[in-house]
Structure formats: C-alpha cells, structure tokens
C-alpha cells in the first residue's frame, strides 16, 4: 500500500502570530493554510512554481485594510503578500513564499454600471467577461480586450495593464481606468483619480502616506520631464507600470492612475475600480488573409494597418496546424483552407467594425478592393467572415492559441518566458527573422501568433525544463531577446507584465529606475507587497529569472513514466482555461459550482502533481503498486486499509487533501475534452482512487454504486420491494445513511416481453452472419446500457418503434455491464475484467459487420474513451451514438418531411458528449434537418448529476447548485412553441428531480413525430 505522506509544518512563527492577529482582528474572510490550498496557489502560467504559506480571501475592503494595517505594525513587517485574480501570469505575478490574497472568491461584485454617464464601478476580483454579460443589455462593454477574458479579473487586468486585440483603437485597461479604491500598505483606504491643479494641492498638503506620495510624484515628473520624454518610447506598448510618463494631467494635475496600472500589486491592493465604458460596436467583419509563409504575413501587417482597420492579428503555420486538430477548428476551418498552393503558412485576420450594416460594407469593400489591387509576394487570397457566429467562432480559435501550443506530444513544451515583446510595427518583421534565428540557433520548436498592428508577438518556446540540462537556455534565450528588443526600440514585456523578468528594468527604465525605487519606498516603504518584482525600496533585490523554482525542478522528482501515465496533469501549464466564468461552458462544473481553484482542473492536475512527487521522493512505485491491487483477491486487505483508516498521521496525510479535491469532480469529463492540453481529470482521479483505496477503507457507498451494474439484475427480480423502499420515507432514509440519495425506481415495464411483442429479436453472432448484405445495410445491434434498460427501458423501446417505422431493423445485444461505474470509482482492477469480457461479445457481434449503437452518451463514450486504456490494441469494439449511426443515413430519412415551422426544438447535449465528440452533437442538427424540423443545440453547461454524483448525499447540495447554473434556466424557458430535449439519462433524471416536467429524448420525440405522421399522412401540420 501507499505510504502515508505527513504534511510537514511549514509555516514560521512571524505568519502563525500575523494569522492568530488577523482572526482576533475579526477578519471576514478565509484563512486557508492547508497543503492543498498553497499547492494550488503555487502556480500561474509561469515556468515557476513557489508556495505560499496561506492564502487570504478577503470578503470586503475592510478585510483588506485590516491585513495591511496589522501587517505595518513593526512585528509584522517581515511579512509578506502576493495579491491574486485570476492567477493567469505568465511570468510569476502573482506567486509569493508570503502570503497569497485572492481577490476572486468573494470580492467578484459589480457595484454599480451607470448607462448614462457610461461608467461601471467593480470589485478587483470581478472577471472581464462577467463584466461585460452585465453590461450586455445597456449596449455597452469594458474595451481593453484579452485573451483570458473569460477568467482573468479587472484587479490583474488593471495590475498589468493587459490589452490585446484591438489595442490599436482600444488601448489598453489604464486608458479606461476612471478611479481605483486602493489600500494602501499602512491601511490608508485611498480614491486614486486624475487630481486637477486645485485638487492637487489640496492632496500635497495632506500629512499621510496619500500626501507622501503624491509629492514625491509631483517631485519626480517635474525633476525629470525630459528624461522621462526620451526613455518612454512612442509606441502603442509603451513601458507599462510606474507610468511616469502619463503621470502630469493635460490641466497641469496629476494622476496616479498611471502609476499603479501595471504596478503588479506592487504598490497597493486595489479593492474596487471605476472604468469608462463603450458602447458595443454593432457590425463586425473579419477578412482572413492566407500566406505562403509567416514572414509574408508579418510584412503585410503595415500595409494592412494603414488601412484603418480596427485590428489585425497573426498567426504562423505551428498555432495553425495545431487549431485544425482542436475542437475549434470544426467551426473555423472553412476560412483557413488549404488551397492549390499547398498548406497555408500564416495568416493575418483584419477585423473591420461598424456602427450599421451599410457602414460595414463600406468598411469591407475599402478593405478588400485595396487587397485586390495590391498583389503582394506571398498573399494567396483571402475570406470574409461577416455573421457573429463566424467572428465569434475566429477569435475565440484565436483566443486559443497559448493553449493550443501547450497540446503538443512529448516532454517538450511551450513555455512562457519571452512571449510578448513588442518593438514599432514597422520593425517588426526584421525583429522577428533575428527572434527567429536565434531560436532555430539553440535549435528549439515555437509557435508565433500576435497583434500585428501593435507590434507585438507571443513566441513561446518548447522546452523541458524537467530535464535539468535544459534550464540554462531560460538565462540564454531572455538575455539575448531582452538585448535584441532594445535593439530595435522595443521593450521586453509588451503585455504581460514584468513579474519574475523584472531583472531587466533598470535596463528599460535606464536612468529613471532608481526614480521607480523611491515610488515603490513611498508607498511599499518595508518591501511588503511582491517583494522584488518591477522595483526595490533601495533594499532587496529584484527577482531574477532564474532564482524563482521552476515547476520542472519539481516534476523532475517523478519519473518520466509515471508523469505520462497520469493523463497530463503534469503538463497542466496554468493557463486558467478550466476557470472559465461562462456558466452555459461545460468547463468545469465543481469549480463554478463551488469558487473553490482546488476543485479545477488546474487544481487537481496541481495536486496530482504534488502527490506523485512527495510519493517518488518516498520511492514508491506506482505501477507495481496498482499491480498488486488489481491482482489481490478481495478477502485481502480490509484489515490493513483499517488499521490505516484508524491510525492517524501527524499533520495529516496529503493523500486526504487530494482526495477531498477528487471527491467533487463529477467525472464530466469536459476537461478532456475542452482543456487545450487535454488534463484529462476523470483518468487520473481513478488511478489516484484506487491507490488511494488500496491503502484507506472505503465509503459504504461505493461499492454500492460501483456494482450497480451487476446488482440491477438481482435487484429487478425484487423490483417491487425497491422501488418501495426508494420511494418511501424510511426507505430515503436508509439510503441516506449509506450515502445515496434520490434514487431513481425501476421501471415496471418488461422490455424482454415489450421486445418480443415487437418482434425484435436479441442479437447472436450467427444470426447476425446470416444476414443478407441487404438486410445489414438495414440493421443495427442496439448496445443496451443498465440504467436506460432498468430505469427507462420506453427510451429503448421508442427508439425501437423510431427504427422499424423508418424501416430499419434493429437488434438488441444481451445486457452485460459495461463498467463505467466502476471506473469512475477507481476499481480498475474490476473494470478491465468487465471491459475485456464486454468487448469480447460486443466484438463477436460486431464482426458481423452490422454496426452496434448505444443510447447514453456517458456509457457509450466509455467505449472510446475508458476502454482502449483497459484493453490491448485493436479489442475495442466500435460502438456508435445513435446520431452518428443516423447521421449516416440522412438520404433514408430524407424522405420523411415532417413540417412543423412554429416549433422550436431545442438541444440539451450531455456534456461529455458536447465536449469529447462535439461534432457528433451536430449530427443532430442534421437529422432534424433531414426530416424537415428545425433543431437548436443549446449552450448549456453541465445538468449537475454526472452519472452518481447527483445521488450521493454529500453531493446532492452542489449537484443541485450545478443545476441552478445554467439548465434549470434552460429548461424553465420552456414556452408552449418551445421544445427543449436532454440525451443524458442523467440530465433527464436532474431535471424530474429538480420538479420541472420530464424531459424527451430526442428520439423519443421524433419517434412520436414520425409514427404520429405514419398514421395521420404525410406533411400532417400538427405541431409537438
Ligand atoms: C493563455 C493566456 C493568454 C493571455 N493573453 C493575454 C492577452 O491577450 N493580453 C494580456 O494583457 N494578457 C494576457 N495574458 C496574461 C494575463 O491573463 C493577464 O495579465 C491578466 O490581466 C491577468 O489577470 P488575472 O486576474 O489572472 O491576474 P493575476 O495573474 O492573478 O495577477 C496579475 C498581477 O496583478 C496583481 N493583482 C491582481 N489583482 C490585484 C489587486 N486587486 N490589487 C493589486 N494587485 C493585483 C497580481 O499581484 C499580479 O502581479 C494571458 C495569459 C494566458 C495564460
Ligand atoms: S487544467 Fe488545462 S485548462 Fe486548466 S489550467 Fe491546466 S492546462 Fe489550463
Ligand atoms: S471531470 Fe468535470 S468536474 Fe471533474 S475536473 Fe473535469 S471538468 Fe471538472
């Protein structure tokens, strides 16, 4: 069994006493010091990884002046502190070996939106895109645009300053930043807005830290105006942060507004902004230009900006050829198509904005007759997109791009370390063949993608920084890009922030940084708030980058091999896509259900990471571990796993902090399916179950839930009894202390006897051989799955009445268990015995030739995705969704027309299926389409039920909370005209549980369709 890990106190004396003080203090918020909290407060998009000694959530601004004010006291201030949003930098922003203060829990509300006067007041820890689905309605939105829009916070946005696509026309977060609420490290609350002349002096006379400050600035612009003018340079990206050049107001006033954007909580924490808002741009367009290479499209870049465009971005062959094996690529990859020329090698997207439709066309036209009467070397042609759908699909591909790098094979990875330099435009092909050369020189792999228009190019390089050897090229590559940017008038950190690279400041900021220094000592004067990144207060040294750890020093622990077979936690590279704050995203229900970054992706891969380290580092072997289990008979082992449940480990073992993660992941796999480096958490989370269980007791529950398939046979011949325990009180009760809850009944129907009735015969191997090639063309075995043959056997049986109506002729394999419980609970052992010996007689029918279809997603997937990994090569029966097997038959179904032009039918996909096979979730699409009815597939994110999850009691609370998320609106928005259908029988299920009527299988709903046509005539107008 696996040994125990003892989490080893950490914490010094100076942070207990600061966390004792802040509890007696009455702080509102959380104090989370546990090792699964700071493992998970470690990370960011950085190559970096340092933990924390806790993390603070802070519910109210007072919680924030009370931290800072006890941390001034002179006991404190060899304390320290990171302030967090969304934690998405790239170049360790937000990590400490202090303490962490995350903004994003509690203080995520917008305060006020003011349509007239177009202004929003928001809470630091608000996410852009939240922000902006408030302000949807009044037809306004917060410009400055990045790619992390859907997790990153306005705190980091205005901390670093982000801007992105658009930036040319945008600007950036500090050009629309109106007031920042900041607390100030003595625990001054403090309005920082643009101060005219009047009020200026009213502020200089002022005795305290506010005054302090602001004297020094007035003091510093007007010593070093000049200076000032001739080291920020003039280009769209300037430097960033300690802003001393926008410092001095037109008016002659100033505003410290550009000194704290971009400052990365190096100054203050901010605990509320008020932003300018803008109206939506009505009309967009996107022309999508092709090239033979990538340096064709970055010389093109000028021309194409001189065109008045409202954007223009690039990206190379590398971030192409990756997007096209992506999910994204289904909805994009008609713009980008390879044509007679061969592959395309880079592209720049143009984007075109206006007001009204005639404007737009205008727009388009100026744009694409300048194109054709312009023939560049290496343009091929290009395509407009002009619907929203389109656009929206093309930035969102875009939007990808960090994370599509990140979804290559093998050790070597993209890393974060010089991506986002920027020189003048005009420079920029020139910089980027020399960028290049030097990397092709350390013979490394990179991706290109960036805004053209400002100049800026994300490059990350792929390295393996596990592999020590490889550690040095971080200092090579840096220095010499940092040496090259300022080369060509550039700066090194055109976007992303300075954070563990702020070692090259005092080369940027050349004369002016010791200016920066006695900013920072103003405000920060003990070096308090992210202690050596962009300035020191004279003492302490700035971060340099390669005296932060890097994650691969860590990961290095553990072998190559148990890294790989850990479904790419270990390549989980922080960039945040699995916070994503959309609640109609499938991604990740138990993070937005609970606000917790444990319950993540992110945060299981972090803690899966940890585990499998503190593990190799104890010399224990994983594979010969999870051997023994799968071989030991069952009699083996309750003693041990008891007398380890009894025994108690000091400080606690970590595998309970990893459990207790994995123990809210519903198992929806949209992680595998949607994280653009595919952390597949389901996988890993078994593995890490069955270790886990191999050496603690399990919950009575499991195997309960995990036999279900073997139990329903034997249960059903008591049907009776069941369902009146189930459905009774005392019955719920019991369960309840078994830990289940709401359990379905059996259905009282006979499916052998329904079966018969029909005539449909169970299906044999012989006798499916005996077919004629006829009557296979016209036959499907149909894959039953236990809960749809116990709990709903008339979804079986409407499919079979759909069929045969339309001339098929369907078969129904013999019900054996397909193990997927088992799986999901971790007995691995179990599952490839019943996988192997379910394959075995799916694959006898299947040699047949007539296709197997299953009915529930969930189950039916586990065929692609949970059996290959159980059984040898090439043992994996295919088993088809029902849509894909109809969707190959378009032209039988074609020739039913089943008009019904008011109804709107309306999708609910299971999310694993939306997120692992999305283009089989169209296929839907298309046969509604074939029998003349109109389907919507809606955005919905997860139902909250998840197979068992929702009937576990300790879930039920956070199953339902899931639910009111996103479906239950879904569902409830229902209309007389308005037809919504779920294909999970688990979503079905959430819905009745949750007091809505049921919900039809869209099956069902087209089987009452075409029998009811069958019998009333053809084209027969009654709506469903
Ligand atoms: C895949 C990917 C794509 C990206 N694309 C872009 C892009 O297009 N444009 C762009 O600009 N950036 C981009 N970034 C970088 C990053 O998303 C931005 O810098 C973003 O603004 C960070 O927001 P956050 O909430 O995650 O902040 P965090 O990473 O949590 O923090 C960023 C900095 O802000 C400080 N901070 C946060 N909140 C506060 C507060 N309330 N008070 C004081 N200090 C605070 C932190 O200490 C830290 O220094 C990208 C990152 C990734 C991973
Ligand atoms: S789990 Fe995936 S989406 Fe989430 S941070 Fe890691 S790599 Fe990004
Ligand atoms: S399986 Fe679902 S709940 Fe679990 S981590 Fe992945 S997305 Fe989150």
């Known amino acids: 069994m696996i040994p125990a890990l003892a989490v080893e106190p950490k914490m010094g004396r100076l942070y207990t006493d600061y966390f004792d003080a802040l509890r007696l203090a009455r702080f509102a918020g ?39 004010s006890l941390a001034s006291e002179p006991r404190f201030r ?3 502190f990171a302030v967090r949003g969304g934690g998405t930098g790239t170049n360790g922003q937000s990590l400490t070996d202090g303490i962490v203060i995350d903004m994003s829990r509690h203080m995520n509300r917008i305060v006020a939106i003011d349509p007239v006067r177009r202004t929003a007041v928001v809470e630091a820890g608000v996410v852009k895109d939240q922000l902006n689905k408030a302000l949807k309605s009044h037809g306004l939105f917060f410009a400055p645009e990045l790619s992390t829009s859907n997790r990153a916070t306005i705190g980091g946005m205005i901390n670093t300053d982000a801007c992105g696509q658009g930036s040319c ?3 950036k977060t500090s050009n629309h930043v109106l007031a920042l609420n900041a607390v100030l490290m003595d625990g001054t609350e403090w309005l920082s807005r643009p101060l005219a ?34 080291t920020y340079p003039k280009l769209n990206r300037f430097l960033t942060g300690y802003d001393l050049a926008h410092l001095r107001t037109e008016d002659g006033g100033l505003n410290l507004n550009s000194v704290l954007c971009g400052a990365e909580g190096t100054l203050a924490m901010i605990a509320e902004a008020e932003l300018n808002l803008l109206p939506i741009p009505r009309f967009a367009a996107l022309i999508n230009i092709r090239y033979d290479d990538f340096d064709a499209a970055l010389r093109d870049a000028r021309f194409l900006t001189e065109l008045k465009v409202a954007s223009v971005e690039t990206i190379d062959a590398k971030v192409l050829s990756l997007a096209r094996s992506d999910i994204v690529w289904e909805e994009v990859g008609q713009f980008f198509a390879h044509d007679r020329a061969g592959d395309v090698a880079g592209i720049n997207i143009v984007e075109v904005l206006a007001n009204d439709e005639e404007e737009l066309c205008a727009k388009l036209d100026q744009v694409t007759s300048a194109l054709a009467g312009d023939g560049r070397p290496g343009r091929r042609g290009f395509t407009v997109a002009g619907n929203k759908h389109d656009v929206e699909a093309i930035w969102a591909m875009r939007k990808r791009a960090v994370g599509l790098l990140g979804n290559v094979e093998g050790p070597r990875r993209p890393v974060a370390f010089v991506e986002d330099t920027a020189v003048p435009p005009e420079h920029l092909a020139d910089y980027i063949a020399e960028f290049r050369a030097l990397l092709d020189a350390e013979g490394l792999d990179y991706g290109m993608f960036g805004h053209v228009d400002a100049g800026v190019l994300h490059v990350r390089p792929a390295l393996d920084l596990t592999d020590e050897r490889q550690e040095p090229l971080v200092r090579r590559v840096s220095d010499a890009v940092a040496k090259l940017t300022l080369k060509y008038g550039g700066v090194f950190w055109g976007e992303h922030g300075k954070g563990a690279r702020s070692e090259y400041a005092p080369d940027f900021f050349g004369p002016l940084y010791p200016e920066l220094q006695r900013l920072k000592a103003a405000f920060d004067p003990h070096n308090q708030l992210n202690p050596g990144k962009i300035a020191t207060p004279g003492h302490g040294a700035l971060t340099r980058i390669d005296e932060l ?40 229900p138990s ?105 603690y007791l399990r919950p009575l529950k499991d195997p309960l839930i995990a036999s279900i398939e073997h139990l329903l046979p034997v249960i059903a011949k008591v049907g009776w009894l069941y369902n009146l ?84 002729k369907p078969f129904v394999a013999p019900l054996k268990p397909n193990g997927k419980a088992l799986h999901v609970h971790g007995y691995l052992g179990a599952f490839e015995r019943a996988a192997e010996h379910n394959a075995r007689h799916l694959s006898r029918l299947a040699a047949s030739g007539v296709p197997l279809v299953g009915l529930d997603p969930s189950m039916t997937l586990c065929y692609r995705s949970e059996y290959p990994g159980a059984l040898e090569a090439g043992k994996t029966p295919t088993v088809l969704l029902p849509q894909e097997w109809l969707g190959e038959r378009l032209d039988q179904l074609a020739v039913r027309k089943l008009h019904r032009p008011e109804t709107q039918y309306v999708l609910l996909p299971h999310c694993t299926e939306r997120t692992n096979t999305a283009d089989s979730v169209k296929s839907w699409g298309a046969i509604f389409d074939a029998l003349g009815l109109k389907l919507t597939i809606e955005d919905a994110g997860c139902c909250g039920m998840a197979g068992t999850f929702g009937h576990e009691r300790k879930n039920r609370a956070l199953s339902e909370t899931i639910y009111k998320l996103s479906w239950r609106q879904k569902v409830e928005g229902a209309g007389p005209r308005r037809i919504p259908m779920a294909t999970g029988y688990s979503c079905r299920s959430q819905v009745k549980l949750m007091g809505s009527p049921g919900l039809p299988h869209p099956l069902q709903l087209l089987k009452a369709l075409v029998c009811e046509d069958s019998r009333g005539g053809f084209h027969n107008s009654h709506d469903m």
């Not at 990370?43 to 009370?66: G, K």
């Not at 750890?549 to 989980?572: E, S």
């Not at 063309?777 to 009445?801: C, G, K, N, W």
């Open 549 to 588: 750890p890097l994650r691969g020093a860590f990961d290095r622990r553990i072998d190559p091999d148990t890294r790989q077979a850990f479904d790419n936690a270990a390549y989980c590279n922080g960039n945040g896509a699995c916070f994503d704050f959309n609640t109609d995203s499938a991604m990740c």
């Open 78 to 80: 060899g304390v320290c």
């Open 30 to 68: 959380d104090i989370e010091v546990s090792a699964g909290s700071t493992t998970v407060f470690a990370t960011d998009n950085s190559i970096y990884q340092l933990r924390p000694q806790a993390v603070l959530f802070p519910r109210q601004r007072a919680d924030l002046v009370l931290i800072a």
């Open 169 to 171: 026309i945008y600007g």
């Open 725 to 808: 325990v189930a459905g009774s009180r005392p019955g719920q009760a019991l369960m309840g202390k078994v830990g289940l809850t709401a359990l379905p009944l059996l259905s009282r129907q006979s499916l052998p006897t329904e079966l018969r009735r029909r005539g449909v015969a169970i299906a044999r191997p012989a006798d499916l051989a005996a077919l004629s090639p006829s009557e296979k063309e016209r036959s499907l075995v149909l894959v039953q799955d236990s809960f749809t043959s116990y709990f709903e056997p008339a979804l079986l049986l409407d499919f079979i009445d759909l069929l045969l109506a339309l001339g098929f």
């Open 197 to 230: 002349p009047e009020a200026l002096r009213a502020v200089l006379e002022r005795p305290d830290r506010v005054g302090d400050v602001h004297r020094l600035a007035d003091a510093i612009e007007r010593e070093n105006r000049d200076l000032i003018g001739a």
């Open 591 to 695: 993070f937005k259900g609970t606000g917790d970054r444990r319950f993540s992706p992110k945060g299981r891969a972090s803690l899966i990471r940890e585990w499998l380290r503190l593990l190799a580092e104890r010399g224990v072997d994983l594979k010969a571990e999870a051997e023994v289990l799968r071989k030991r008979p069952a009699w083996r082992g309750p003693l041990p796993r008891l007398i380890a449940s009894l025994g108690r480990t000091k400080g606690g073992d970590f595998s309970h902090q990893v459990r207790e993660a994995m123990d809210t992941c519903l198992a929806c796999k949209a992680c595998a399916g949607q994280c653009p480096v595919k952390v597949n958490v389901p996988a890993f989370r078994s593995k890490f179950l069955e270790l886990y269980y191999g050496r």
